[in-house]
């Protein structure tokens, strides 16, 4: 049986499949249809290279924050193009969320254990500071509910800062 990784868009369906709310994202072909995209959305947008090959985008600049405007969705398109190489497959173009948090979960096959879903402090700080659980499934509120107990960053799921608890 041949598996292969799902894109982030390809995730996002089946989270929302599933009643997770996700952020509202368009998938564009290319450069001009992501710049068409983004001016139907409310700026400032985030820009991200899409393909179910790229891993690891942000650190391969493959991600853009913060775009003001077409003009810089088209730069920052041209700039994710010479950057992504064969793996680009499009664009995701993306809201910007406010906030100051970021949480990842994941969900991947283990050789040994099958399936695992992981759950952790997100963004930059994944790799940096690995503050991640993981579980084999399947696993019952209870058991989601105590992973999120478990990592150090657990108070920023609450209040903090002037900013409402996660939910």
Not at 88 to 114: C, H, T, Y
């Given at each position: ?55 690891h985008k942000s650190d391969k ?107």
């Amino acid at each position: 049986m041949c598996m292969r990784s799902l894109s982030e868009s390809e995730s996002k369906q089946l989270l929302a499949g599933y009643g997770v709310p996700v952020v509202k994202e368009i998938v564009a072909k290319d450069r001009e249809d992501a710049v068409r995209a983004a001016s139907g959305l409310q700026f400032p947008v985030v820009l991200k290279g899409h393909g179910a090959k790229l891993s690891h985008k942000s650190d391969k600049g493959l991600v853009r924050l913060g775009l003001a405007n077409t003009e810089e969705v088209r730069q920052a398109a041209q700039g994710i193009l010479e950057s992504a190489g064969k793996d680009l497959e499009g664009f995701l173009i993306q809201p910007m969320l406010k906030g100051k948090r970021e949480f990842v979960a994941g969900l991947m096959r283990d050789p040994m254990f099958g399936p695992i879903v992981m759950f952790g402090l997100g963004g930059v700080f994944t790799e940096a500071l690995a503050d991640v659980v993981f579980r084999a499934v399947p696993i019952d509120e209870i058991e989601a509910e105590a992973m999120l107990d478990e990592i150090k960053a657990s108070k920023l799921l609450g209040k903090f800062r002037g900013e409402q608890a996660a939910d």
